[in-house]
């Protein structure tokens, strides 16, 4: 009895030091979507420009059809505002990898970033 408590305790100790770094991994990615979502409320907040949008997505439609083309580009246009938002900057920080939309994102500042937001999610 007392042999078999003591090595739960010893198999204890060894269970909560490989979880640390776990927890840690686990951690790390939580605290940066919650920056990301911070980033997505404050984006939707702003007093967004509908008719800058559409201007701006004068340059998304050449790639972006209004309707799925069964290639590689999906369809932006009716998506939810924050989907959108969330996209454009994980494709601006790098945390999302395509060549093409990290560059078009590259150009955009949040008031961009919000008027297309804005303007594509009401087509
Ligand atoms: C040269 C072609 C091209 C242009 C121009 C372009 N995109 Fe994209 N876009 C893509 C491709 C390809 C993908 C898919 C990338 C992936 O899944 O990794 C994509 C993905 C996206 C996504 C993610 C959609 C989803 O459901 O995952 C959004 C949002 C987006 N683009 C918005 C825009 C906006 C806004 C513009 C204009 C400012 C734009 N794109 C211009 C090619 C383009």
Redesign the pocket.
């Known amino acids: 009895m007392i042999q078999l408590s003591a090595r739960t305790g010893a198999m204890h100790k060894i269970g909560f030091t490989m979880l640390a770094p776990l927890l840690l991994a686990l951690w790390l990615p939580l605290s940066i979507a919650a920056d990301s979502n911070a980033d997505v409320d404050r984006i939707l907040a702003l007093e967004a420009d509908v008719d800058y949008g559409e201007y ?2 004068g ?2 439609q ?3 059809q209004a309707v799925a083309t069964g290639g ?3 369809v ?1 246009a009716g ?1 939810e505002a924050s989907y ?1 938002i969330k ?2 900057l994980s494709f601006k920080s790098g945390e ?1 990898e ?1 060549q ?2 990290q560059s ?1 994102t590259q150009g955009l500042g949040d008031e961009e970033i919000a008027a ?1 937001a804005l303007y ?1 999610s009401n087509l």
Do not use: G, W
């Open positions: 701006l997505a340059d998304c050449t790639c972006h590689a580009v999906p932006i998506q959108l996209a454009l999302r395509n093409v939309m078009v297309l594509l």
